[in-house]
């Protein structure tokens, strides 16, 4: 397929409102991302203001007020009459519509071309960043809503939270099954406080996967990597006026958020209605503050509660002491990436393993730095610990190389984590900085490079059988994922153990799969292809071949598309 007819299938799947196969991927080349780029963009604009409908009428009849009047027309210094002269108008008309048409298309170029431009296409993205730049805290009541078919709103749970520059926070849970639970980080900790258990919970503050659900930084991060954002609307949430977006994401379903005209604010989101069901977050009061109340970052242990650490972590004056703890010699990267410093040495002796810990001091970009609506301190952390046991890579990470040895590569958009075994030691690597960060500190202490396989790269193997995929089905189960069933199609090796299963038993499997899950090996992974190989003697698929077809990120389902039934490759 040329170069044409690849851009032509692209606009021609985006016009369906359908995500192209190769976005978000290194599919081709350079060229075709910026091209698919522009594409992109221009659909992103809002209706094209063409020309009125008399224009081409008026344009003509000014540039034909400019030909000579009278029965004369100059041809080489000769008087064109009669006949000729009538051809020769007709020519002159003709070549009049001609440059009325090239006119309106420059126009209609130009229009785009203007529109185009980064500022404006990316206005709603640009005043919610200048915004989250000026808070330094906010203070809210998060309303959390099911609403069904028939508009019945039913309310689930309601949340007091604050949230300051920093990346600290308080939840505290008003209603709901967890009601009177508080959860706090202040950047040092991070605890839980369960009133109905009368525990404590200590956790360490980062990395920390669950903050809160409509965090304002959160939604601008989604809104910035959307791939569409359309105004629909005005309405009133809490007394103030706010614009109704509708948002195309960069996965997922379509979704529509609220924003407030004067802060520029989401103060409200709706689902799309799937299986008769969406689900609507509003802030029900906001408030911006200077800073969180001290009192509620300080933690205090309740009287009459337990406290349980489930940090299990021990902070060191230093490397020695933390060898002598652990009896693990571990070495300080020779060379970190610029801006970076050690701030802590925390050891967990249960393991045993040390943990090097580093922040950074400056502020970064706005562009890369909003984390959380917020600038973002970059914490990282370098590990070194005894393996728990045989290397076996998390189901759905991507797989990658370090010295000969196979690594394990986790990037949820907010956290990159690199984890590998070298030596009889288990080292990570993890932060919420940028690969080519985590690349450069892996180096600093290996002196190994992270060896990564291009992302949508044919297999160096084809499989031995290939198997029918109807991709209409996979569109509707991506659809069913995305709603919250068979979340199992997010495994690659799930998927491969119901596949080889169902090989075995046709018919249909009754109590345990045939094929046990720990017998399957994922020596593959790429974020779009996987390979699966099964170490089980009565499998039928030796080797199972997969493929992200519908979606390609982390979100995305795996559909076999092939396998072996000879050796093992």
């Not at 007394?239 to 005209?261: F, H, N, Q, S, V």
Request: hydrophobic share 35%; charged share 25%; glycine share 8%.
């Amino acid at each position: 397929m040329n170069k044409i007819r690849r851009i032509d299938r692209y606009i021609n799947t985006l016009n369906k409102e359908k995500r192209p196969l190769e976005h978000g991927i290194k599919a081709y080349s350079e060229e075709h991302d910026r091209l698919t780029g522009v594409v992109r963009r221009v659909k992103a604009l809002g209706e094209i203001k063409y020309p009125n409908e008399d224009f081409e009428k008026r344009l003509i009849k000014a540039v034909t007020a400019e030909i000579p009047s009278g029965n004369e027309a100059t041809d080489g210094g000769r008087i064109a009459t009669g006949t000729k002269r009538s051809n020769g108008m007709r020519l002159i008309k003709s070549a009049v519509a001609i440059t009325a048409a090239a006119f309106v298309a420059a126009f209609i170029m130009l229009s785009v071309a203007d529109q185009c431009s980064p500022k404006e296409s990316s206005s709603f993205v640009y005043a919610m960043e200048k915004a989250m730049q000026a808070i330094k805290a906010y203070h809210g009541i998060i309303e959390y809503s099911e609403i069904n078919g028939l508009g019945e709103t039913v309310l689930q749970s309601k949340k007091e939270v604050w949230a300051d520059s920093k990346g600290n926070y308080y939840v505290k849970e008003l209603e709901g099954v967890s009601k009177g639970c508080i959860t706090v980080n202040n950047g040092q900790m991070k605890w839980q406080i369960r009133q109905q258990e009368q525990v404590a919970y200590i956790f360490q503050s980062f990395p920390d996967p669950y903050r809160f659900s409509f965090e304002l930084g959160r939604e601008l991060e989604d809104v910035r990597r959307a791939l569409t954002i359309k105004e629909v609307g005005e309405d009133s949430i809490s007394g103030r006026e706010t614009l109704i977006l509708e948002i195309t994401p960069d996965a997922g379903l379509p979704y529509r958020l609220w924003i407030d005209k004067e802060s520029k604010l989401p103060l409200q989101r709706e689902s799309a209605m799937q299986n008769a069901l969406m689900y609507k977050m509003s802030y029900s009061f906001i408030e911006f503050a200077d800073a969180i109340p001290d009192e509620l970052l300080s933690y205090e242990l309740p009287a009459g509660f337990a406290e349980i650490n489930n940090s299990q972590q021990q902070l060191v004056a230093g490397i020695e002491e933390a060898r002598k703890i652990t009896g693990i010699q571990i070495l300080l990267p020779d060379k970190i990436p610029d801006g970076y410093f050690l701030d802590k040495i925390a050891v967990v002796k249960s393991e045993p393993s040390i943990q090097l810990y580093y922040n950074k001091k400056e502020s970064i970009a706005m562009t890369d730095s909003v984390q959380g609506g917020f600038q973002k301190t970059n914490p990282l952390v370098v590990i070194k610990g005894s393996p728990a046991g045989e290397f076996k890579p998390e189901p759905g990470s991507l797989l990658g190389q370090i010295g000969g040895s196979r690594a394990e590569i986790i990037d949820d958009g907010l956290i990159v984590s690199v984890r590998w075994q070298q030596e009889d030691m288990e080292y990570t690597v993890l932060g919420n900085d940028s690969m080519e960060v985590i690349k450069a500190f892996i180096r600093g202490m290996t002196d190994g490079e992270l060896l990564i396989r291009e992302n949508n790269r044919q297999s160096a193997e084809e499989p031995q059988i290939k198997v029918e995929v109807d991709f209409e089905a996979e569109e509707n189960q991506q659809k069913n994922v995305d709603a919250g069933h068979s979340p199992w199609l997010l495994d690659p090796v799930y998927v491969s153990q119901v596949f080889a299963s169902l090989l075995l038993s046709p018919e249909g499997i009754t109590g345990d799969y045939p094929v046990p899950y720990e017998a399957i090996e994922l020596v593959e992974n790429d974020g779009v292809s996987a390979r699966a190989v099964i170490h089980d003697d009565k499998s039928v698929a030796r080797v199972v071949y997969l493929k992200r077809l519908v979606r390609q990120d982390d979100t995305g389902i795996w559909t076999v598309i092939g396998y072996d039934t000879d050796n093992i490759k």
